[in-house]
């Protein structure tokens, strides 16, 4: 596809990189396991991290969210939009697992459970991964950091200790 031909598609330069974001998203989460999770609170959330940590620790992915990082002073707001659409992707992928299962939890719980499995989980992972970790080993690390993500926000729920939901 030529350039021409290519913009003609797309008015600006945001709203292109916005539909490759979106592809993008949209792969991973194909990539995914769909499969309903079972078990406790915690099995729930090791279940559902895991799957979601093998579909976005990978080169396409991580090379997607250097390729938006690169891009924070030329196109602040395009980059917001990424990591918005990104990490509420990773975020629902979490949610819908917990309120597909046996015994779904209330939506909002849900949501609040999937933003912090993400950020406390996961987002360090990322991080190490911009700067050049063997995804490999991050996929392995993955393994135990999930599971004690999963402990711990399991955990707080059982003892009612989770920050306001907002």
């Known amino acids: ?25 949209d792969t991973f989460l194909q990539d995914m396991n769909k499969e309903h999770v079972r078990g406790t609170l915690e099995e729930k959330l090791v279940q559902a991290g895991t799957a979601l940590a093998r579909a976005t620790l990978t080169p396409y992915v991580i090379s997607i969210m250097r390729i938006t990082l690169a891009e924070t002073d030329r196109f602040p707001e395009i980059a917001k939009e990424a990591f918005r659409l990104g990490f ?16 779904p939890l209330e939506a ?21 991964a911009f ?9 392995k690390r993955s393994a135990k950091d999930v599971a004690q993500v ?17």
């Open 131 to 139: 700067f050049g970790d063997d995804l490999g080993l991050l996929n």
């Open 1 to 25: 596809m030529g350039k021409t031909t290519l913009y003609s598609r797309y008015a600006t330069k945001e709203a292109l990189f916005e539909a490759v974001v979106r592809e993008c998203v």
């Open 150 to 166: 999963a402990r711990m926000l399991a955990g707080d729920v059982d003892q009612s200790n989770l920050d306001d939901p907002a």
């Open 108 to 128: 909002e719980l849900a949501l609040h459970l999937g933003r912090r499995f993400v950020e406390l989980a996961l987002h360090p992972l990322y991080f190490h």
């Open 88 to 103: 509420g992707a990773c975020v629902q992928s979490i949610a819908d697992a917990l309120l597909t299962a046996e015994e």
